[in-house]
């Protein structure tokens, strides 16, 4: 239940794909010269390629989780190293949504998304700090990325974003874009 780690040369051309934009966004436009963090976005792109990894968190009758505050709720159920990935993920699942997608916390016509996008990105804060603060011998991810994730949670969602818009930008002209399979 996590993001693996993966060094090995026979990566997927998703993984390289993601990698790469990630490493290019981050690195060049940013200047955000942390590996680590550059990483951990990458691989939160692959996974999430997967609907059912967006939606891994479960209630105890087995049924999904898809919203932020049953995540939420789901959390505090558990102990130790569950309720830290409970929270990683709620992390990772609003950071996701506000970088890769803001659109869809575009206000309509009376009904005011906004407050819906700042909520989120106060929950993915806030959980990736308790996450931080929870010990753990799993190598997804150390309490130090955590933290820093939690600092610079809206830098990671603008880093996602500009991904997007480079990913977009060369299909514009006429490269290849993520091969994408949701399933």
């Known amino acids: 239940m996590g993001l693996p780690m993966n060094s090995e040369p026979s990566r997927s051309t998703l993984e390289r794909y993601f990698s790469g934009i990630s490493e290019y966004v981050f690195f060049t436009h940013l200047g955000v010269a942390d590996a680590n963090l550059v990483d951990y976005i990458s691989r939160l792109l692959v996974e999430f390629t997967r609907t059912d990894s967006i939606y891994?968190?479960?209630?105890?009758?087995?049924?999904?989780a898809t919203e932020v505050v049953a995540m939420a709720v789901e959390a505090e159920k558990r102990i130790g190293e569950a309720r830290r990935e409970v929270h990683r993920h709620i992390g990772d699942y609003t950071l996701f949504w506000t970088g890769v997608f803001p659109e869809a916390f575009r206000a309509t016509e009376g009904n005011d998304k906004s407050d819906q996008f700042v909520a989120f990105c106060a929950h993915g804060k806030r959980s990736y700090k308790i996450a931080s603060r929870i010990e753990s011998e799993s190598a997804q991810a150390s309490s130090d990325l955590l933290e820093r994730l939690s600092q610079n949670f809206e830098l990671c969602?603008?880093?996602?974003?500009?991904?997007?818009?480079e990913?977009?930008?060369?299909?514009?002209?006429?490269e290849s874009g993520p091969p994408f399979l949701l399933m």
Not at 157 to 165: D, K, Q, T
């Open 56 to 64: 891994r968190v479960r209630r105890i009758d087995g049924s999904r």
């Open 157 to 165: 969602a603008y880093g996602l974003r500009e991904i997007r818009r």
């Open 167 to 174: 990913w977009e930008h060369r299909e514009d002209r006429g």
